[in-house]
């Protein structure tokens, strides 16, 4: 099983920027050898949203809300997402999540394994 922890999270003003960072650990044992890598988002009363997802190939997707804004990485087991320019819209939880096989147009239900979170909070 694939574990995933996030951090970077914090307050930050509008205009502001944040690096989140996911480490994880890959299943020694799965039959898998691509990953769909992802970060999502959500905040209370509404569904995660896919912010940004990076094939095993390493095509990139991102939602429409944070292009141009935000960057998503990779480097040896760890995931990034740099944000920029950050709006009171961008305030959520934003998870890391990771799945056998391709991004699947970043439908939250497809994605197998999921971190705890870290909060983001942007103020006007």
């Known amino acids: 099983q694939v574990q995933l922890a996030e951090s970077g999270g914090g307050s930050v003003q509008a205009g502001g920027s944040l690096r989140l960072s996911c480490a994880y650990t890959?299943?020694?044992?799965?039959?898998?050898?691509?990953?769909?890598l992802a970060w999502f988002r959500q905040v209370p009363g509404k569904d995660y949203e896919g912010v940004s997802a990076?094939?095993?190939?390493?095509r990139i997707t991102y939602a429409d809300s944070v292009k141009g804004r935000f960057t998503i990485s990779k480097g040896q087991n760890s995931l990034y997402l740099q944000m920029n320019n950050l709006k009171p819209e961008d305030t959520a939880m934003y998870y890391c999540?990771?799945?056998?096989?391709?991004?699947?147009?970043?439908?939250?239900?497809?994605?197998?394994?999921w971190g705890q979170g870290t909060q983001v909070t942007v103020s006007s």
């Open positions: 999540a990771s799945t056998p096989g391709w991004c699947r147009d970043m439908e939250a239900a497809e994605f197998l394994y």
């Open positions: 890959d299943n020694p044992g799965s039959r898998y050898t691509n990953y769909c």
């Open positions: 990076l094939e095993g190939d390493g």
